[in-house]
């Protein structure tokens, strides 16, 4: 057979079928591909919300979870993260428009003396893919960014994002500086990287760490919801 | 006696030779580099063993290879000393050398060691990826290939388009890996700056031991 042949035409498939091959598309990193299905699935008229949690959320929980197990590694996940990127840039204004489900508002940004980011936008985007609103602070990021960010934005969490040991202790200078304003019982603090664990996250004050992006967002939702709860009952 | 070949050491590392009182244990990263300073000084009552140098990419295994490393030889030798600064144990291997009665090298990792930890802090510099000279030498084993990025090159700018230089901390005088260390900063898009550091202060610690 010729390889003509074996292309698989997306338009051509069913929706269920479209999924399954995007979320295919998605863990072998194929962006254009993935822009292709979004585009269908809109043109077949799913709501945006539904094409990014089925397709691509959908398709990078498996990639993550493949990540957690050792069958994929950071080469794979990045590209796979590119592709989710291409499908997230056509959704996210029509998600804006067609008032999908808030979460709630993470400041996320990589601490002080630390340049690096590929864990800081997976958490990103995948927050995203789960209705968070995300402001991004970038790399480099001291104490004032933090906290001016968290009040401007009236944010509920604050994430924090290091790659290297002599970078991580600035976490909990953030954090200190939060207890001394009296403002760190107002914000969930979570904090991620690889070289951090779940003992420095107690130790530094955070709420938690947070292996990996889909940890991130399982926690993110567990910590909103019961501080709805909290306030539900208060009130 | 021939120096280990780079394939080895980053894999294997290098076997004991059970002669000396004293022994190194040491990243494959640095054999060639102690070896040199052991002849240089005359110091034969230094044996050297190294752990494979590709630990290097997993620091989080570090420490429980230290640890079984000083277990297995600790009765041969009158005394064990430990060739690893941190090197991104976060304190583990610290831990681990505390726990086992061995000392180890002061500083973050061999880029600041080899430069001297003061002056290596002091420049405060978070846009530079550094090579030594066997990072040199090993560039695809240790970056290109790990990173994927011999297969994906697109991948490039997500992994260093926030660093500004590559510098070389070149520990001898070799053009030819001068020349290797600019094409891989070429390769990553990176400016170039070599660095001569010698062996810092991997030499002067050792030298203390002598």
Redesign the interface.
């Given at each position: 057979m010729s390889d003509e042949e074996d292309d698989i035409v997306l338009s051509e498939l069913d929706d269920d079928e479209l999924v399954q091959q995007m979320q295919d598309d998605l863990y072998d990193g194929l962006r254009e591909e993935i822009e292709e299905g979004v585009n269908i699935l809109l043109e077949r008229g799913w709501e945006p919300y539904r094409v990014l949690t089925e397709a691509l959320v959908g398709g990078m929980t498996i990639v993550g979870n493949d990540f957690r197990d050792g069958i994929l590694?950071?080469?794979?996940v990045?590209?796979a993260a590119?592709a989710m990127k291409g499908g997230m840039g056509i959704l996210k204004p029509l998600l804006a428009e067609t008032g999908a489900p808030k979460q709630g508002k993470m400041v996320i940004g990589t601490v002080k003396?630390?340049?690096?980011?590929?864990g800081k936008n997976l958490v990103s985007m995948m927050m995203e893919g789960a209705g968070f609103e995300i402001v991004d602070l970038g790399?480099?990021n001291p104490v004032e960014n933090y906290i001016e960010a968290l009040q401007r934005e009236e944010a509920d969490i604050l994430g924090m994002s290091a790659l290297?040991?002599?970078t991580?202790p600035y976490m909990k200078v953030v954090i200190d500086t939060m207890v001394e304003q009296g403002i760190r019982d107002d914000y969930i603090v979570l904090v991620g990287g690889a070289?951090l664990n779940e003992e420095?996250g107690r130790a530094i004050g955070a709420d938690a760490y947070c292996r990996d992006a889909a940890v991130a967002v399982e926690t993110a939702k567990q910590f909103v919801s019961r501080k709805h709860n909290q306030m539900a009952a208060g009130g | 006696m021939a120096d280990p070949d780079d394939a080895t050491l980053a894999r294997a590392g290098l076997p004991a030779t059970g002669r000396g009182r004293l022994l190194l244990i040491a990243c494959g990263a640095l054999a060639r580099e102690i070896l040199a300073l052991k002849r240089a000084g005359g110091w034969n009552h230094m044996d050297l063993v190294c752990l494979p140098a590709i630990l290097h990419n997993t620091p989080d295994r570090i420490p429980q290879a230290v640890r079984a490393a000083v277990e297995k030889h600790r009765d041969a030798y009158d005394s064990i000393f430990v060739v690893y600064a941190d090197c991104g144990t976060g304190g583990a291997l610290r831990r681990v050398c505390d726990e086992s009665g061995v000392e180890m090298v002061e500083g973050p990792h061999c880029y600041s060691f080899f430069e001297g930890n003061a002056a290596f802090a002091a420049r405060d510099e978070i846009t530079a990826f550094y090579l030594t000279d066997f990072l040199v030498r090993q560039f695809d084993a240790f970056v290109i290939r790990p990173l994927g990025l011999d297969r994906h090159p697109e991948l490039r700018d997500m992994y260093f388009g926030n660093y500004e230089t590559l510098v070389y901390q070149a520990q001898t005088d070799n053009p030819a890996l001068d020349a290797q260390a600019r094409a891989a900063a070429d390769r990553l898009g990176l400016a170039y700056e070599r660095r001569f550091t010698g062996y810092g202060e991997l030499a002067t610690t050792l030298e203390r031991l002598a």
């Open positions: 590694f950071v080469p794979e990045l590209l590119n003396g630390d340049i690096h980011d590929i790399i480099n290297l040991t002599t991580m070289p420095f | -």
